[in-house]
């Protein structure tokens, strides 16, 4: 019989290999950092057993799982064999019969497996409750600026950013999601848990003034109290950098273009019908620089500049040129009196 283990336990582990029993589309949507996802139903499968449950019986729907396990078990033994120093933790949605089932495989052929007590759900409400209790001891220091200004540029060169937008996988704009496969809620406070462990530590953490919300996913309150809290500092960079840049950054591919073209007509606030219109006449007339600009003096500045006007900034950093740009944001770093 497989021992099962309590997440807290099973963190403290040395040596470990996670493996996620779940589909394809659970393991997405979020899974334990690290974890490797052995499916022991793919997509399909699974919503074909759960129909039998619902339509005939849960003894059917057992039958049909057991049926199509034994195709399963050279994936299973693959996914394991280089392991064999580890202790590896099996993991399905409620700590259940999927991963019961992988586990009691690899216990019969001689690896030190334990099933994870409740399973994923577990581990999300472990996860709930650490970012509720969470202390972020940094100062934070936020980075606002109208759009394209480079905010994100100067986060990949700062010590300890914070890159929300990159943990959400959307830039919080309605063209926000375009190249991009956003995060849900679950994987964003999983990973953003995970970064702030890694910089508690620090004098301060650098990231970007946002909105509560980013595309679909909201900033936890420890964090956007933390944010509200901390020093601001406001970025500038000419209109021209800021067009050239959102081009490069938007349009990099036909099928980013087409969605640009499909939801420009959806813009609401502070444009004109004449204004989108033009600009999707310059699109389509590969005129971006041009066309961006538009949207970001007839658009998005209207749209931003009230909120930026509510905040108190320490300083002024124009970023016009990146490199400098850093570095005069860390030569400031002192007159700002953080402490450890």
Known sequence: MVNKITVEAAFELKSTLFIDARTPKEYAEDHL????????LSNEERHEIGLIYKQQSREKAIEKGLELFPTKIPSIYNAVKDHKNKTIVVYCARGGMRSNIIASLLESVGFKVL?????????????????????????????????CSGKTELLKKLPNALDLEGL??????????????????????????????????????????????IGNVEIPAVLFTAMKKGINVLVTRSIDRRAE?????????????????????QLKENISRENKEEIVKLINEKKYQAAVKILLEKYYDPLYAHTLKQQKYTFTINNDDVEKAVEEIKSRLPELKLKK
């Open 115 to 147: 099933q994870l007590e409740g399973g994923y759900k577990s581990f999300r409400n472990y996860l709930l409750q650490q970012l509720k209790d969470f202390k972020i001891k940094p100062k934070i220091i936020c980075l606002y600026g109208l759009t």
């Open 168 to 213: 959400a996988q959307h830039r919080g704009s309605l063209y926000g999601a375009i190249g991009l496969t956003p995060h849900s809620q679950k994987k964003f406070e999983n990973l953003l848990l995970d970064r702030l462990k890694q910089l508690n530590e620090e004098k301060y953490i650098f990231t970007e003034g946002e909105s509560r919300k």
């Open 245 to 265: 840049e959102a081009v490069k950054e938007y349009f990099s591919s036909p099928e980013n273009i087409k969605k640009i073209i499909e939801i420009t007509p």
């Open 33 to 40: 950092l690290g974890a490797v996802n052995v499916p022991l």
